[in-house]
């Protein structure tokens, strides 16, 4: 099809029409380019919007998880001592939901693992299982407030 | 939480191959228990292991189902002088076999390591999904 257009466009008649086409292809992608920014631009503005919020709210219950973790991998030997877990991505869930009217809250429940003979509860793998899926969800945090900033750092023009 | 379902799994993994470290280890130091027959004869213990059902929410995996004595007939041994012999001069000794735990203990030691290494690989294949916003 584009081929046999092609060899009519050889034929003087038809040149103008050609012209008027780009012209209005031009026209047609400079509207949609400038449609997309105006877009991209209505989100950018608004410099402390809910993702950076979020993002930081979120980077502060993954470290206070860690510690958790950590704690509990510290009394690993204390007889009676149960574990704990924290949990918060079903409360951030619910707060981002609710478009601000509702603050995200990070709670600790007990682990209910398995109790040695002494009472403990801490499981070795668990515990360092936690960090490291924390730690993977820290830098992928991380990563996007650092896609948040270039975003914005480009919309700077820098 | 099933996002890192390749690490729930092989943590589980972790937990069996762990418990049945302690259960070799504890029959291995009850290797020369003696009993008196009256008495039941301190039996090896088995480390029952069942499948986790993959479905919503949970990767699969492995965990601890129960752990149950070595089933068999009472080793008993004469040893009159023993202060736990019967009228009969008999004992009973553990119902361990030190060959079976050896091996058991090499496979459950290498059913840890690999699983350690199948956490390894899965953080860093879900590391390496961090790459793709960079520039």
């Given at each position: 099809m584009e081929c046999g257009n092609g060899s009519r466009?050889?034929?003087?008649?038809t040149r103008v029409n050609m012209t008027f086409f780009l012209r209005f292809c031009f026209f047609v992608a400079s509207v949609l380019s400038g449609f997309g920014r105006a877009h991209q631009r209505e989100h950018i503005?608004?410099?402390?919007?809910?993702t950076m919020s979020t993002i930081e709210w979120a980077l502060g219950a993954e470290s206070e998880r860690q510690r958790v973790a950590s704690n509990n991998i510290a009394n690993i030997?204390?007889?009676g001592f149960r574990s704990s877990r924290l949990d918060f991505e079903a409360s951030l869930a619910t707060a981002m939901d609710s478009n601000g009217s509702m603050a995200p809250q990070a709670t600790t429940h007990a682990a209910n693992t398995p109790q040695n003979i002494n009472g403990n509860d801490v499981a070795l793998e668990d515990e360092t299982m936690i960090l490291r899926k924390s730690s993977l969800h820290y830098d992928a945090l991380a990563e996007a407030l650092s896609m948040k900033f270039s975003t914005l750092r480009s919309a700077m023009g820098r | 939480m099933a996002m890192f379902g390749a690490l729930d799994a092989a943590t589980s993994g972790l937990t069996v191959s762990r418990v049945w470290l302690d259960a070799i280890s504890d029959n291995v130091s009850n290797i020369n228990t003696v009993r008196s027959t009256k008495d039941q004869p301190f039996r090896a213990r088995m480390v029952i292991v069942s499948a986790i059902q993959r479905g919503e929410g949970e990767a699969g995996g492995a965990r601890v189902e129960a752990i149950k004595d070595r089933p068999g007939d009472a080793n008993i041994v004469y040893d009159?002088?023993?202060?736990?012999?019967?009228e009969n001069g008999n004992v009973q000794n553990a119902n361990v076999d030190l060959s079976v735990e050896m091996t058991n203990m090499i496979i459950a030691n290498r059913s840890y390591q690999a699983n350690l290494r199948m956490v390894e690989i899965a953080t860093d294949t879900y590391r390496s999904a961090l790459q793709i916003g960079k520039r």
């Open positions: 466009l050889v034929h003087g008649g503005m608004r410099v402390g919007d809910t030997n204390t007889p | 009159p002088t023993h202060p736990l012999a019967d």
